[in-house]
């Protein structure tokens, strides 16, 4: 965000650059999560998208798994 915005109504939210950034991924890959609705929630003004911090953490939390314990589709049972 600009300078000067810690006060700001949108100080809790980040930009779709500063977004992949802090997840080392392209912005390209942000549009197409958001295509995809894979990625965080985000508020669109315009044609600026703007992802809050908060929901952000939530949307990272939620990827989580536990380590050695690869998660499992459901079988189908044939019968």
């Known amino acids: 965000m600009e300078a000067g915005t810690e006060n700001s109504i949108l100080s809790e939210y980040l930009t779709k650059a500063e977004l992949a950034a802090q ?3 392209s912005i390209r890959s942000v549009d197409r999560w958001t295509l995809t609705g894979y990625g965080p929630p985000c508020v669109r ?3 600026r998208s703007l992802y809050r911090r908060a929901a952000v953490v ?3 939390r939620s990827l989580e798994t536990t ?5 499992r589709k459901q ?4 019968k």
């Open 58 to 60: 939530e949307w990272l």
């Open 67 to 71: 380590p050695g314990r690869p998660e």
């Open 75 to 78: 079988r189908r049972s044939g």
């Open 45 to 47: 003004i315009g044609r």
């Open 23 to 25: 997840l080392d991924r």
